[in-house]
């Protein structure tokens, strides 16, 4: 039996156990598209283990697995990450490569590897059952090659349970294939000739699995709902399986296209939300991108949704070709006044391979960075600065915090068994094994034993650093050991009343983290300045005066007391990043409390809580639809 290994890995994050979309759906489709072939297996790696793992612990799996061959889906961010693995598995005398996804343009240098034995740009199952059939293929080294007509006979993999829905209580349905648009900031246009459409009993048969499983929302992958053939119909027969409106559908659409009519089916159908881009407002840049919008249209359109209950998701592109500052301060107007920005996403330009802007970003003026996610820096007519000034206008005008800090979880205490000596790691179960989620330094502890759990770390992870802990050197080899060893992986340090104050830019030294991290480039925008983005630090304090306030630091306060804090008690502590509460007694007690503030956690102080099962019981309670309650067992 021939064995492959397909995997997708997640964008990073900083909080431990958040949704990342991370559902391989690709790998499900090239698994379904080798079910013919009798002497191949193949796997896909588990979403939980490919999202909430370091590197270490996957490469530990991979290695484990001994696959033949080991598949990527690259998307820009993960390839440095993909990367990293494909060498070491080469390293180890290992499988071949394969790396596949919307990274793998044909000039996309960045991708180029001497691990990785082929390329595959587009879709992926045709040039994939030739590689498993045909040893010669690979001597081609990289391919595109339409599976348009595999793709509209082929029935959603969820049906034959090749996903695992339950974890992001989401499921993604394939429409279309290709995009009939040409707009200069995209490569999905380029990657499949003409269009392909998923046959519609499939479609229909994918619905109603989706209310069988009792998924909460289906995502219509199809760049653009309105040039779905024959919409109407399909709407209908949409609205018959999903009579009681039980299954909320989402989807991307363009807003001009939106009548009374058309409106009127989406809501019978269930549809509750739209990405709508509108990107920018100026006439210049809407030209150069190719991109054209009646505006009027486009607010009458998104008006018509919100009528009836739809969400209309605006994005707006900063730096866009032919915008400038005060052009972008008009699209920004345009979405206010017509009350369109009840859930507004605003990104920097990404010059990504493959597109007409990367094309031709010379005569553009786009200066870009390099990396992932290739933002622009610069162009002719928005300077850097102005690309700051432009995020902080939306967010002033919105009323909206577009890069936030990560979430507050500061929790470091668990059950401990009568006579263990707390505090203990503490660690996630996913599959059959313990990984750990929050490490404990209270005392030194031996660097062999650093590096043993440096191998079972989850992504992300947290230290926590006690009191007494003798000096940063003991601090700085433990972050170097653990960083070393998961050079991908995003952390946090949480230091628990800590004397002196930690200096974060001597502990920066010591971490192994491959930089520029993807986050580093991603949140830049986070701060003002460049740098580090991957580590965050949380100093936990009885002192409410604000003393650690650096790019990346917060502050928050340890309330230890044996009351828990009323609404006058977390106003007078506003001026901090947050409140860890920490009073001992009884859970009842703690969660009459929860449920009491839960309806005030966007109005008072980001809020933590010292005990792990409380912790997770308050996000679920103020953040429900944003962290995995299932796949992700607290041990
Ligand atoms: S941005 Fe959307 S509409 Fe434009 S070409 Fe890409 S997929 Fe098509």
Redesign the pocket.
């Known amino acids: 039996m021939f064995r492959v290994l397909l995997l997708q890995l997640p964008v990073p994050r900083l909080n431990y156990g958040v949704q990342t979309g991370n559902i391989p759906l690709g790998a499900a489709c090239l698994k379904q598209a080798a079910g013919i072939l009798p002497e191949v297996q193949v796997d896909i790696l588990p979403e939980s283990v490919a999202s909430y793992l370091g590197d270490a612990a996957i490469m530990e799996i991979l290695l484990d697995r001994k696959p033949d061959i080991v598949g990527f889906t690259v998307y820009c961010w993960n390839l440095a990450r993909s990367l990293y693995f494909a060498e070491k598995l080469k390293l180890h005398g290992g499988p071949r490569i394969i790396f596949g996804g919307p990274e793998i343009t044909p000039d996309n240098l960045t991708v180029v590897s001497k691990a990785v034995d082929f390329y595959v740009c587009g879709e992926g199952e045709a040039i994939f059952l030739k590689l498993l059939e045909n040893p010669a293929t690979w001597e081609k080294m990289s391919a595109m090659e339409p599976a348009g007509a595999l793709f509209k006979k082929s029935p959603s993999p969820y049906l034959q349970n090749l996903l695992e829905p339950e974890i992001e209580n989401l499921m993604l349905l394939e429409t279309q294939r290709g995009?009939?648009?040409?707009?200069g900031?995209?490569?999905?246009?380029k990657s499949h000739e003409g269009l392909s459409f998923a046959d519609e009993t499939h479609l229909l048969q994918g619905v109603q699995w989706a209310l069988d499983q009792g998924v909460k929302e289906l995502y219509l992958l199809d760049?653009?709902l309105n040039a779905h053939p024959d919409l109407e119909n399909l709407l209908r027969k949409i609205s018959k399986v999903n009579k009681r409106r039980r299954l909320k559908i989402i989807s991307?659409i363009?807003a001009e296209a939106i009548d009374e009519k058309l409106a009127d089916l989406l809501a019978a159908a269930g549809f509750s939300w739209f990405e709508i881009?509108l990107q920018s407002t100026n006439p210049r840049a809407l030209k150069i991108m190719n991109?054209p919008t009646r505006l009027a249209q486009f607010a009458q359109g998104a008006k018509r949704l919100k009528q009836r209950g739809i969400v209309p998701a605006i994005d707006l592109i900063v730096g866009l070709p032919g915008d400038d500052l005060q052009g972008f301060c008009r699209s920004v107007q345009f979405v206010a006044e017509n009350d369109l920005a009840d859930d507004i996403q605003v990104f920097p330009l990404s010059v990504l391979p493959g597109t007409d802007f990367r094309t031709n970003s010379k005569e553009l003026g786009l200066r870009f960075d390099p990396s992932p996610p290739y933002a622009l820096i610069e162009n002719a007519s928005f300077s850097a600065d102005d690309m700051l000034l432009a995020f902080d206008h939306a967010e002033v005008r919105f009323d909206v915090v577009l890069y936030p800090m990560p979430d507050l979880d500061a929790a470091w205490k668990i059950h401990t068994a009568p006579g263990e000596a707390a505090p203990r790691d503490i660690a996630v179960k996913i599959g059959n094994q313990h990984y750990i989620a929050k490490l404990q330094l209270k005392s030194e502890r031996p660097l062999s034993e650093l590096a043993k759990v440096a191998k079972r770390l989850t992504q992300p992870y947290q230290i926590f650093i006690h009191p007494g802990l003798p000096g940063p050197d003991a601090i700085k080899s433990a972050i170097s050991i653990l960083s070393a060893a998961n050079p991908f992986t995003p952390f946090e340090m949480v230091f628990l009343e800590p004397d002196p104050l930690p200096d974060t830019r001597s502990l920066l030294s010591a971490v192994g983290l491959q930089r520029p991290h993807f986050l580093d480039l991603d949140l830049r925008y986070l701060f003002s300045r460049e740098g580090n983005r991957a580590v965050l630090f949380t100093l936990v304090s009885r002192d409410a005066e604000p003393r650690f306030n650096r790019d990346m630091e917060r502050q928050i306060f340890w309330w230890k007391k044996d009351r828990f804090p009323g609404m006058s008690d977390l106003s007078h502590l506003s001026g901090l990043d947050g409140i860890l509460i920490d009073v001992a007694g009884s859970q009842g007690e703690a969660e009459a409390w929860q449920d009491r503030f839960a309806g005030h956690a966007e109005n008072i102080p980001p809020i933590s809580f010292a005990e792990v099962r409380l912790q997770r019981r308050w996000l679920n309670l103020t953040m429900p639809d944003d962290y995995v309650s299932k796949a992700l067992d607290w041990v």
């Not at 995009?179 to 707009?183: A, E, F, T, V």
């Not at 900031?185 to 246009?189: A, F, L, S």
């Open positions: 995009c009939p648009y040409r707009c900031y995209c490569y999905y246009n760049p653009s991307e363009r881009g991109r």
